[in-house]
């Protein structure tokens, strides 16, 4: 990946945290350290806890995402998971992308796709296609 896909891509990270931390407590509960280094697992850009607690408390306080205590594990953990209003958040922004991108490339068939599963490579994608090509920029 060269340095413009790898500046591209922390911008796209940063721009789409939130939605991206909406997507990752879409597949399972998690805590915050977890969904810290998933983020940098899967998009290759670092977020330390400064960035990220208060992310999760703004998303609380909006009723998207919602907290309980873990006491079962060897310290006392607070789990995040998503609320049905945070699905619907997530739902619409993604709707919300997915237009911007059909208006970018003129296209019905433009795709805008944000996955908190895989390797850093495919994160972020942006696939556009036409009859007669197909073209895919991993991010």
């Known amino acids: 990946m060269s340095n413009f896909q790898k500046e591209v891509q922390a911008k796209l990270t940063k721009g789409l945290l939130d939605l991206i931390v909406l997507q990752l407590l879409n597949s399972q509960p998690m805590h915050g350290y977890q969904i810290i280094t998933k983020i940098r697992k899967n998009f290759g850009v670092y977020f330390g806890p400064s960035t990220i607690y208060p992310l999760l408390a703004s998303l609380e ?79």
């Open 61 to 139: 306080k909006k009723g998207q995402v919602e907290s309980k205590w873990n006491m079962k594990s060897e310290r006392p953990r607070k789990v995040y998971e998503l609320t049905s209003q945070g699905k619907n958040i997530l739902e619409f922004t993604e709707n919300s992308l997915n237009l911007i991108c059909q208006k970018i490339g003129n296209d019905t068939t433009t795709q805008f796709e944000i996955s908190a599963a895989g390797n850093s490579d495919k994160a972020i994608s942006y696939q556009k296609r036409t009859t007669l090509a197909h073209t895919t920029l991993n991010l």
